[in-house]
């Protein structure tokens, strides 16, 4: 929410236009907010104070009342455009059904185009509750969209994807980490359900790629990558592009303040282990098949 | 070339063993900072906030604007967008440390180890500190000129000269201490507090003067920074890391020394010395696609 620009991850990374006749909806969707913008505040002008706003008395009640105004101005825009994408998509996932898989990356391919007409219309509606500086919107946003989630998560530094994502209690989102369901490699386009269950922490500018499982309580640290369909265990912390074990968490073990306070500086004598953090790639194993 | 693919999305990348049986008790890796968790019920104090700024801006506009004829208002409206959001920022600014020195007084800020959990008065006051905060944060960095966020952190409480700049990144709202000229690079996350399973660490930060913390890097709990040391891009420091004067790190989930930082040693001493006449003179033919019998015109004319 309150994170600069430069490491905001906009919700415009899962928009890929299949065809262009798709903006048709995104613009739509725009219309009929601003819309109802207009409408609302000709109704406070005109309903209210219309003929007398002239004497100063009405005149101060309603610059009083104006911040409150724009405030519910920007809230009923995302209401509403929320509730048209909302229509419009039950209507499309009637005609067809999102499934997961491995799809061509082309618009002859039915899986992808429809893809891409979810997430042009989802753009809008995200793109306002994004912007908007109470954070419990986006919650409300990804529930209405059709992500299990609770509210007791912490979604708004990163950026998440709309489908196909389960998510647990108590889980935190690091500024700048990637959450995904959906992806590209080349011509192919997968998509696969990403599951995370409790009391997981996923680091600052990582990313889960779609597929992961991630078990209660383990911790994906900063800076780190999970590949397509890994599973990681519980009670463990991971670490590294692609993410590998590092160590056990004992860190929901009580009473672990004193010992956490005192490591001191100049107590890490691990350089060794970040070693194996590092992978070679392995491009002679996939030419030799 | 599709089986491939497959085979690869279903096996575990780790094949390595680690011992169940070790229990480390160490934290070196850097996880999330504690502003991305969010207590709703703070959020009732951002009302009183923006409605108190908001109507000041409405109030200078309706009481500024009366004075002036409407044609020019009307010629005005860019500049008066502008200039309000500006009040609009300030007051925010303004009314929101009114309610953390009165927060502050209640509770004082104190470094530490503690639980991250419901009922703790540390972890609840840390969040309020951070739910206010962060208001004025996100409109200063939503506006044209992110740069006054820089003022925005010297009045929150950040130790911070207007000699450095960190307005890409994310600095957290208390136990920073910024020496002179500074650079902070974009996106970088320069975090105070870390919250490690259950519990959340508090540890002051000091980057020295001179330094540089490249692009997308973590800052994380306890860092100290010496004289003229740089961080490079996309790499983090553990909690307690202490940074030499003079080095430059590098490597991603823990910085390495790499080498003494010798350009720093240029900016002290030498005024930029330039010797003309050693200079080495390059000379590159270059080919040009014409015709064969337009080729001579050309040479004549490099030999001219």
């Known amino acids: 929410m309150s994170v600069p620009s430069s490491l905001k991850v906009g919700p415009n990374t899962t928009l890929i236009l299949a065809k262009k006749r798709y903006l048709i909806f995104y613009i739509f969707l725009i219309w009929i907010s601003i819309f109802t913008i207009q409408f609302e505040f000709w109704l406070y002008w005109n309903w209210l104070y219309g003929p007398t706003l002239t004497e100063p008395k009405v005149f101060i009640h309603f610059l009083l009342l104006l911040p409150f105004l724009v405030f519910v101005m920007y809230l009923t825009s995302i209401l509403v455009s929320l509730f048209f994408a909302k229509v419009i998509l039950v209507i499309i996932n009637l005609i067809h059904k999102p499934r997961e898989g491995v799809f061509l990356r082309h618009h002859s391919d039915k899986d992808y185009r429809y893809w891409s007409l979810r997430s042009t219309i989802k753009k809008w509606p995200l793109w306002l509750s994004h912007k908007f500086p109470f954070p419990f919107m986006n919650n409300i946003c990804s529930k209405m969209f059709g992500i299990k989630t609770n509210y007791s998560n912490s979604l708004f530094e990163g950026w998440v994807d709309t489908e196909f994502i389960e998510f647990g209690k108590n889980i935190v989102v690091g500024q700048g980490a990637i959450v995904q369901s959906s992806v590209i490699f080349g011509n192919l386009f997968i998509i696969r359900k990403t599951i995370i269950e409790d009391n997981v922490m996923i680091g600052t500018q990582s990313v889960v790629m779609p597929g992961t499982y991630m078990k209660k309580n383990c911790i994906l640290g900063g800076h780190s990558m999970t590949t397509v369909g890994q599973e990681l265990e519980e009670n463990w912390i991971y670490l590294g592009a692609p993410a590998k074990k590092f160590k056990k968490n004992v860190f929901y073990e009580d009473g672990l303040e004193e010992i956490i306070k005192n490591q001191g500086i100049g107590e890490i004598k691990t350089e060794a282990r970040f070693e194996g953090l590092y992978t070679v790639r392995k491009d002679k194993e996939i030419n030799s098949d | 070339m599709k089986q491939v693919i497959k085979k690869q999305m279903n096996s575990n990348p780790e094949k390595e063993k680690i011992d169940d049986s070790k229990v480390d008790y160490t934290i070196d890796f850097v996880t999330t900072s ?271």
């Open chain 2, 34 to 304: 504690a502003i991305s968790k969010i207590g709703y019920k703070f959020l009732v104090l951002y009302l009183p906030i923006l409605w108190l700024s908001g109507y000041m801006t409405v109030a200078v506009f309706f009481d500024v604007s009366s004075y002036i004829p409407w044609y020019i208002n009307m010629f005005l409206i860019p500049v008066w967008l502008f200039v309000l959001y500006f009040i609009f920022v300030f007051g925010i600014a303004i009314f929101t440390k009114a309610f953390i020195l009165i927060i502050n007084m209640l509770h004082k800020p104190k470094e530490g180890v503690f639980r991250a959990e419901e009922g703790d008065r540390d972890y609840e006051f840390w969040r309020l500190r951070v739910e206010l905060k962060k208001i004025v944060f996100w409109f200063m960095n939503n506006g044209p000129l992110t740069w006054i966020v820089m003022w925005g952190f010297r009045w929150m409480g950040i130790k911070v000269d207007f000699s450095s700049h960190a307005q890409d990144s994310w600095v957290d709202e208390r136990f920073i201490e910024f020496g002179r000229n500074v650079t902070v690079g974009q996106g970088a996350v320069v975090m105070s507090s870390q919250i490690v399973g259950r519990y959340l660490i508090i540890k002051k930060i000091f980057l020295g003067d001179h330094t540089v913390v490249g692009g997308l890097s973590l800052i994380s709990p306890g860092t100290i920074m010496g004289k003229e040391s740089v961080i490079g891009a996309f790499s983090a420091t553990i909690p307690n890391q202490k940074i030499e004067t003079g080095w430059i790190y590098l490597g991603p989930h823990f910085a390495r020394k790499l080498k003494p930082n010798k350009y720093a040693e240029q900016r002290r001493d030498v005024i930029y010395e330039v010797r003309v006449d050693d200079e080495i003179k390059y000379e590159v033919k270059q080919e040009v696609n014409i015709d064969e019998d337009k080729k001579k015109l050309l040479n004549n004319n490099i030999e001219d």
